[in-house]
């Protein structure tokens, strides 16, 4: 599994971004999608996840009804709607997938990060 991310940027405080991940390759064995990020001299946080193809979502407390995660499954592609942009969201957003063997192994698959800067 290939992970190509995008959309990162600059936006003042209350503004919006929309991430984009494309995966490719065999996209039909990832269970969950989604996003991380981390910020300097913070650990990495799980912000957003798609899991079974869509049947649940989740969403880390600090961005709940703020941030929607969505899927084109025609498009293999998992987009982060990030609105109401506050400066403690200023991170590096990767994008992450993960796919469960029977006997319980995840494998965990990256794509690159993209850069969100919100200024105050």
């Known amino acids: 599994v290939q992970l190509q991310a995008s959309g990162g940027g600059l936006v003042q405080a209350g503004g919006s971004l929309k991430l984009s991940c494309v995966a490719s390759?065999?996209?039909?064995?990832?269970?969950?999608i989604g996003w991380y990020r981390q910020s300097p001299g913070n650990q990495s946080e799980l912000v957003a996840q798609?899991?079974?193809?869509?049947?649940?979502?989740f969403y880390a407390t600090s961005v709940k009804d703020r941030f929607t995660i969505t899927n084109d499954n025609a498009k293999n592609t998992v987009y982060l709607q990030m609105n109401s942009l506050k400066p403690e969201d200023t991170a590096v957003y990767y994008c992450?997938?993960?796919?469960?063997?029977?006997?319980?192994?995840?494998?965990?698959?990256w794509g690159q990060g993209t850069q969100v800067t919100v200024s105050s």
């Open positions: 992450h997938a993960e796919r469960r063997q029977i006997d319980g192994h995840i494998y965990h698959y």
């Open positions: 390759g065999s996209t039909l064995s990832i269970n969950a």
């Open positions: 798609i899991v079974n193809g869509g049947s649940g979502t």
